[in-house]
Every structure is written in C-alpha cells, then in structure tokens.
C-alpha cells in the first residue's frame, strides 16, 4: 500500500518526490497478446508509467452492454501494467477524444436529441455515472492506495476547447468521488489562458497538452497552475493521418529535443502516444471544421514504437534523453525489427453485398429515410431501397449524407455521394425506373468539436425531382459474423481482370506459425478486411496507407482466411508485403 499525492512542488509517492515519465498506450488498439510486450519495451525506454484512456462506446456498444473481457480486459491491462513494475494514470472520460469514433461516447446515448453532450445535463450525467458505477470494479481496487499501479485519474479531456459548465466538471469530480476513487484528479488543456481556465475546477491538479515550444508552455501552465508539479499530459511526439491527407511524421532531433527541455525543467511528461496501435474495426474517429476528414485506419502516430510494435529511431532517441533523468531505467533493450513474412494468395469465391444484404440485416419499412441509429446499429454500413418512375430527367437529393452514398437503380451503379464533397444531390439516367438502391458507409464519427453525437446515414427528406421520395426499406448491418457471406460465396469468374464491388470475396492462405503481416492493398479500392473473423480495418486507395497491419494474435498455424468487403472494384490477388507503408509525407 502506497500514499500518492500532489504536494507544493512535486508528486510525492510515500511523501518522496517523483517525476512522472508516462507513455500512452491504449489497450483497444493493441491486440491483447501484445499488452505485455508494448508495456515492457515502454518500461525499456526509460518510462516508469503507462497512461491509457477508456474508450466507453467500445465496452458498450449498445444500451446495457458492458463488455470488459478479451481486448476489452482493462483489469487485465492494468495488472500488466503492474506486473511490469510500472505505475497506471486512467483517462476515462467519459470523453476522450483521441481521433476515436465519437470521442469515446457511445452513439446510442444521442439517440434522443434532449440529450446533453459534455454538460450539465441529467439524461446525459445519468448514462455517465452508469459507465462509472461499471468501471468502478476494475478502477477502484487497482488505485495505489489499494496496492494497485493506477496514481492519477484525468476528469473529461481538454474540456476548455469545448465547453465552460464548471457544473458539469464539478458532477464528474463528485461522480468519481463517489465511485471510490480516491487518487488526485487532474485535467488536461491546450496551454491557452482561455482553455487552461475554462477546462478545469479548483481542486483539479491542471496539466497541459503540447508537442514543441516545452519551456514556453510550462510557463503558460505555471501561470494557470501556481502550486506543484507541471506536467505535460501530452506530449505530442507525432500525429494522426487523415484519408486522402499525407502521413505525418516529426523530426527525431527536434521532439527528443523538445522532451529533453521539459524534463530539465523539471517537469513530468506523458508521451503521446508512446505506442498508438491500430484503429482495429470501425473504430476511427474523423474531423470535420468544414469538411469532413476521417482517420485513417493506423495509429502509428509516428511515435517511437511503430504501429506493429518495432522502436524506431525515435525510440532510441527517447531512451538517450529518458536515462538521463530516470534513475531506475533498466538496461535491457528491445530487438530491431525484423521483416514479416512475404505471402501471396487469391481470392477465390465471392458473393455481392446486395445478395447478401437480406442475411445481415433486419429490413423494416420506413417513410423517409431512417439514421443508422433509428436502425439500432452504431457503427458500418446501412443500406436502403425505395421503388423510383420518373420521366425524363430525374434528380435524387438527400438532407444530408454521412458519410459515403454509393447509388445503384436495379443493380447498375449510378453515382456516389461523398460527404467530404458536400454531395447531396445525383442526377439519375434519364426515365429511372425500378429499384434504387443504396450502400451508405459511416466513415467514422467526429471526435472533435461540436459535431460529436451526431447521427449518422442518410438524413432526410429524401426526394426525387424534389417531391418525397419514399417508403423505403432499410437495414443496418451486422458485420460481426460474417457466416452468410461464407455461406453464400461462389466461385470468383476467373476470366474477369478484378472483383467489381460493392462484393465480399472470400479466399484462405498457410501460415507455419502465427506471426505479425501487412497486408497490401494498393491494387484494391475501398472497403474493409477480416483475417479469421477478426475485423482488420478499413482500406483506401486515396491513402495515405497503403498496408493493413495484422497481429499475429489474430492469425494460426495452418490455413487462415481473409475476407475482403470491396467496395468499388479490386484485384483477387491478395500480398502480404515485409514492411508496412504508411503512405508519402509531406516532406
Ligand atoms: C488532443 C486530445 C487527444 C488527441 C490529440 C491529438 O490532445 O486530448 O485525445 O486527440 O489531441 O492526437
């Protein structure tokens, strides 16, 4: 049993001063055979703390469900992290930003727009202290009064780039309270006067999050933060890729650089991220200040361990400068990386999202087009269908499209409507007549600024030539057991030069012993993959990423199978490549 507190100057643990040296790694984007080894080279590189965030939507996906188990095992986690000799600071929201769909709010809690988002609002407080009450078993016992590794635990994230309800921070402080956790609490700001003052409460231990410019920050801290420590949060060592942007990288000298200043400041530090993984699934948030940006599917964040777990020469850097002011850091190193295993194989059998679609959804009937929330499902693909006559001329428009349309009348596409185009209208053959079709892909929900909790889909009034146009049948889908697609697929034609989509195809490749892959996917278009059931993520040939990495904890001896949802059209040729490629930077 320990005592940790926050005194006049320092972090005390047992009333002696200690530096936080912290990297953020996140348990839902590393597979969970890999926790231990991410935790320990973290613990090689000089850092004495491992900081995550809990993502609520993912450990509940719908009303009522709370999944802690698998990759979802946070206790697990923290007692790795524990095992490792190694302190734990939680940040669980209830937002988190974190380029995570919707920020970490689980869409079903806006399904009813009185809702509250990040204020002082009672439906949506009711939902937060829920979450609480459900992380309170793993949380509480694992605090380090209680013998456990956790020492500090964040209210919200950056809540002064969003809000100013000191009502609604003081609720969460009383919330977590309440549920037993006793370690200090802290905030984290964009060191702004504004932000720094708007984002948290007297009681509240403020902290700040940058990535350059070290000594110049901790004093804007310093002037917000009179008394103890300062503490980077997080320090932006790298940053997150857009689709169609390039892939971000920072200077090795420069950050290491910038570390080094904040730690002869004196300064404790939390690494962003110290290891990012992988937006597995359809996890990944999006952007949208105007236009609509979503993440990309890798969180390799440039940080200094890679996305499949490697160090980097930011690494090394880091574990130079780390050393210095660490005085338990350990010898021991981790390996280079080493090249994974070159495979080629062939899709071989295949069947379209059309002719399958009746299996993976429940269809019901609608007037005007539903959200995908009003279809009970958060998350993916919705599709829909009405019957359309028009003479001559015809013009499809839609309230709004979130996030991606592709149009087809009587199994012929027609058109696509891209949200990051502002598409909300699609002029249709001339005389359109049959069944109009519509394949609509969530690209990832904003988790950013005023746009989180939207619904998503189509959003009404649909009309055609600007008259209602309607019913229409509906149904979001349900990717998470692909057994109809397995079911349904027949052989691929092999005279044809690539798959046309929107189609699954289905093909299976050996493996001597499981082990780390990428997957190419520069001769595909868009769409997603699942190696043994386990969804990979999602793929685009706008890039910037043109791998799809694949833990060897989702992989076998033996034969393993892949399936790919194409939605545009690709080659049936599948290469696992030796190295990842994260796409052109900017530079
Ligand atoms: C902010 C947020 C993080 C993350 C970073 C950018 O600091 O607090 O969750 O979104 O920006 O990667």
């Known amino acids: 049993m320990s005592e940790f507190r926050i005194g006049d100057d320092d972090f005390l643990l047992d009333g002696k001063p200690l ?23 973290a613990r090689q590189m000089g850092l004495n703390t491992i900081e995550t965030y809990v993502a609520w939507n993912a450990h509940a996906p719908r009303p009522g469900e709370f999944d802690l188990t698998g990759g979802l095992d946070l206790g697990r986690f923290l007692d790795e992290v524990a095992a490792e000799g190694m302190h734990a600071i939680v940040r669980p929201g209830p937002y988190i930003c974190a380029e995570w769909t919707n920020g970490g709010l689980p869409a079903w809690l806006f399904a009813a727009e009185s809702v509250g988002v990040r204020r002082d609002e009672p439906q949506y407080l009711a939902a937060v202290e829920d979450y609480l009450r459900r ?45 037993g956790i006793t370690v200090p609490l802290t905030t984290v700001d964009q060191p702004e006067p504004a932000m720094l003052d708007g984002g ?49 990288t920072t200077s090795v000298a420069d950050s290491a650089k910038d570390l080094d200043d904040l730690l ?36 390799d964040y440039d940080a200094p361990l890679d996305e499949a777990g490697n160090p980097t020469a930011k690494y090394w850097a880091f574990r130079e400068v780390l050393r210095r ?30 002719a399958v679609a009746d299996a993976l959804g429940d269809w019901s009937t609608h007037d005007d087009v539903p959200t995908m929330e009003a279809l009970g499902r958060y998350e993916g693909f919705a599709m829909y269908r009405t019957e359309v006559d028009a003479t001559g001329p015809a013009v499809l428009e839609f309230g709004e499209v979130r996030d991606r349309a592709l149009v087809s009348l009587d199994g012929r596409p027609v058109g696509v409507l891209a949200r990051d185009h502002h598409d909300r209208t699609l002029g249709l053959p001339a005389d359109a007549r049959g069944t109009l079709e519509v394949v609509l892909e969530d690209q990832g929900r904003v988790n950013y600024g005023p746009r989180i909790g939207e619904p998503k889909g189509l959003i009404a009034p649909a009309s055609l030539n600007g008259h209602p146009l309607g019913p229409w049948r509906a149904a979001a889908l349900d990717l998470t057991d692909l057994t109809p697609v397995r079911d349904a697929a027949s052989p691929a034609d092999p005279a044809l030069p690539a798959i046309p989509g929107p189609t699954f195809a289905v093909g299976a490749f050996e493996l001597d012993e499981p082990a780390d892959l990428y997957l190419a996917t520069r001769a595909w278009g868009k769409g997603s993959v699942w190696i043994n059931g386990f969804h990979i993520g999602r793929y685009w040939s706008r ?45």
């Open 135 to 179: 992380l309170a078993p793993v949380l509480v016992p694992r605090q380090i009064d209680r013998g456990g590794p956790i020492i500090l635990v964040q209210i919200e994230n950056e809540y002064g780039a969003y809000g100013s309800d000191p009502v609604y921070l003081e609720k969460l402080v009383d919330l977590n309270r309440a549920i």
């Open 200 to 248: 948290s409460i007297p009681g509240l231990h403020k902290t700040a999050s940058f990535g350059s410019r070290s000594i110049e920050r901790l004093a804007t801290l310093r002037e917000h933060q009179p008394t103890g420590p300062l503490m980077c949060s997080e320090f932006w060592d790298g940053w997150f890729d857009h689709w169609g942007a390039h892939h971000h």
């Open 325 to 354: 002011y660490n005085p338990d850091a350990v010898e021991e190193t981790p390996a280079e990386a080493s090249a994974a295993p070159a495979l080629r194989t062939r899709l071989t059998r295949t069947v379209s999202l059309s």
């Open 19 to 41: 530096r936080i040296l912290a990297g953020a790694l996140h348990y839902f984007r590393v597979h969970p055979d890999q926790w231990r080894d991410r935790i320990r080279k």
């Open 264 to 299: 002869a400041a004196g300064a404790s530090v939390n690494i962003y991220m110290f290891h990012g993984g992988t937006n597995f699934g359809f996890t990944n948030g999006a952007n949208d200040k105007g236009v609509y940006q979503p993440i990309v599917t890798s969180y």
């Open 543 to 587: 890039g910037p990423q043109h791998t799809l990495y694949v833990p060897a904890g989702a992989l076998r001896a033996g034969t393993n199978e892949i399936i790919v949802l194409e939605l545009q059209s690709g080659s049936a040729d599948v290469e696992f490549v030796p190295w990842p490629d994260l796409g052109h930077t900017d530079f």
